[in-house]
């Protein structure tokens, strides 16, 4: 969960009210409230404020949550490298038999003329 209660702190710094910030990403005012609430909202209406309030995006969430990400997507990609070396072992039993196949084809051809 994202804390964009950020969002009201650094607006403030800013001198822009809610509203303006709201008007200046094309978002509603009670949009980005309720998202503050919430504490969650999608990714690109995160940049759109980061970006308008001159800050990056992942200020927002605690190091907690971009660990665990991050370690989701480190096991993601370990799982997809393994995936794609079984296909590739795959393929290469495949491209084997093809040839062993054609071979025998050729072989086959030749002793019947």
């Given at each position: 969960?994202?804390?964009?209660?950020?969002?009201?702190?650094?607006?403030?710094?800013?001198?822009?009210?809610?509203?303006?910030?709201?008007?200046?990403?094309?978002?509603?005012?009670?949009?980005?409230?309720?998202?503050?609430?919430?504490?969650?909202?999608?990714?690109?209406?995160?940049?759109?404020?980061?970006?308008?309030?001159?800050?990056s995006a992942?200020?927002?969430?605690?190091?907690?949550?971009?660990?665990?990400?991050?370690?989701?997507?480190?096991?993601?990609?370990?799982?997809?490298?393994?995936?794609?070396?079984?296909?590739?072992?795959?393929?290469?039993?495949?491209?084997?038999?093809?040839?062993?196949?054609n071979s025998?084809?050729?072989?086959?051809?030749?002793?019947?003329?």
């Amino acid at each position: 969960m994202a804390n964009l209660k950020l969002i009201r702190q650094l607006s403030k710094d800013r001198n822009i009210s809610i509203r303006e910030l709201a008007q200046k990403i094309g978002r509603n005012e009670s949009s980005i409230q309720s998202a503050i609430r919430r504490g969650t909202t999608n990714s690109s209406t995160i940049e759109l404020i980061a970006r308008e309030l001159g800050v990056s995006a992942g200020i927002f969430f605690d190091e907690s949550d971009v660990n665990k990400a991050t370690i989701e997507l480190q096991r993601e990609i370990a799982y997809l490298k393994e995936l794609l070396k079984e296909k590739e072992r795959t393929i290469k039993i495949l491209m084997s038999n093809n040839s062993v196949k054609n071979s025998e084809m050729s072989a086959q051809c030749r002793h019947n003329k």
